[in-house]
T-cell receptor, first 113, second 114 residues
Framework: DTGVSQDPRHKITKRGQNVTFRCDPI?????LYWYRQTLGQGPEFLTY????????KSRLLSDRFSAERPKGSFSTLEIQRTEQGDSAMYLC???????????FGPGTRLTVT | SQKIEQNSEALNIQEGKTATLTCNYTNYSPAYLQWYRQDPGRGPVFLLL?????KEKRKERLKVTFDTTLKQSLFHITASQPADSATYLC?????????????FGQGTTLQVKP
């Protein structure tokens, strides 16, 4: 296993368009997390899954954001009607249940023009 | 709510010296605190975890201390090398137990000059 992967690595979109990102966690990890990171800041928690169940969503995650993990493996994060303020790096991480350390993917950099 | 503060100014040191980075938190003492390294354009990489009942943790040239009275963790890199240049993030769980919802500091950028 080569670690957490994310696709695409970069996405440029026009304001108002919908975008979808994919995350493939480390195969035996049952927890999956999404974070958002802007320049000069640390990652901010968005949401997380235990297997296929979405356990919590941050207040940062507006109604335009939705995340799924349908079979408890890969996850998708969709942003509808993108805004310029959505421009950021979107990071995915995974961990083993009970293991506090998280393993991050390379991120998807979103630019909304 | 819990907040984390790290030195926002970049730390510049000479190769071979010890780098010391600071992480302060404001509210309850977490069960553990983590340090991550992040290179430009990459995701954070886990380095070390220290639990509230541990005063110090070491891994190769890295050392982390945890003072729950001061609400502070220090991260040391001894015999620093240019390859250690990166941004270092501290993180702790937003919940009182292992919820996995990490809150991160803004990170301190370390530049090691040869």
């Amino acid at each position: 296993d080569t670690g957490v992967s994310q696709d695409p690595r970069h996405k440029i979109t026009k304001r108002g368009q919908n975008v979808t990102f994919r995350c493939d966690p480390i195969s035996e990890h049952n927890r999956l997390y999404w974070y958002r990171q802007t320049l000069g800041q640390g990652p901010e928690f968005l949401t997380y899954f235990q297997n296929e169940a979405q356990l919590e969503k941050s207040r940062l995650l507006s109604d335009r954001f939705s995340a799924e993990r349908p079979k408890g493996s890969f996850s998708t994060l969709e942003i509808q009607r993108t805004e310029q303020g959505d421009s950021a790096m979107y990071l995915c991480a995974s961990s083993l249940d009970g293991g506090p350390e998280q393993y991050f993917g390379p991120g998807t950099r979103l630019t909304v023009t | 709510s819990q907040k984390i503060e790290q030195n926002s100014e970049a730390l510049n040191i000479q190769e071979g010296k010890t780098a010391t980075l600071t992480c302060n938190y404001t509210n309850y003492s977490p069960a553990y605190l983590q340090w991550y390294r992040q290179d430009p354009g990459r995701g954070p990489v886990f380095l070390l975890l220290i639990r509230e009942n541990e005063k110090e943790k070491r891994k190769e040239r890295l050392k982390v201390t945890f003072d729950t009275t001061l609400k502070q963790s220090l991260f040391h890199i001894t015999a620093s090398q240019p390859a250690d240049s990166a941004t270092y993030l501290c993180a702790l769980d937003q919940g009182s137990s292992n919820t996995g919802k990490l809150i991160f500091g803004q990170g301190t950028t370390l530049q090691v000059k040869p």
